[in-house]
């Protein structure tokens, strides 16, 4: 499975992006897609889950209520819309993959597959 991650870019504080992760190869079957974000000096933070069938999502406390996450089954795409960005939320984004059952969403091991990344800047 490869992930293409795309979207990011300069924003003000208050404004949205929307992020997309475009999954091809083997994508018959999997189990979430997931999005983490690496500020720099940082460690790599969990932001919100999706079930590959889009029908169950889970979030970070730091993402609740501003970001909404989606996937189009159809079209092997995963979604972050992102509103009422702030200047913490600056980070490379990243759209990640398991294909298999896990026990713990939030760390970064239980994911097989990565995508390359996208830069998000909120300027104040």
């Known amino acids: 499975v490869q992930l293409q991650a795309s979207g990011g870019g300069l924003v003000q504080s208050g404004g949205s992006l929307r992020l997309s992760c475009v999954a091809s190869?083997?994508?018959?079957?999997?189990?979430?897609m997931s999005w983490f974000r690496q500020g720099l000096g940082k460690e790599r933070e969990f932001v919100a889950t999706?079930?590959?069938?889009?029908?169950?999502?889970y979030y970070a406390g730091s993402a609740k209520g501003r970001f909404t996450i989606s996937r189009d089954k159809d079209k092997n795409t995963m979604f972050l819309e992102m509103n009422s960005l702030k200047p913490e939320d600056t980070a490379v984004y990243y759209c990640?993959?398991?294909?298999?059952?896990?026990?713990?969403?939030?760390?970064?091991?239980?994911?097989?597959?990565w995508g390359q990344g996208t830069l998000v800047t909120v300027s104040s």
């Open positions: 990640a993959a398991a294909m298999n059952r896990v026990r713990d969403l939030e760390v970064g091991r239980s994911y097989d597959f």
């Open positions: 190869g083997r994508t018959s079957s999997g189990f979430y």
């Open positions: 999706v079930s590959w069938s889009g029908a169950s999502t």
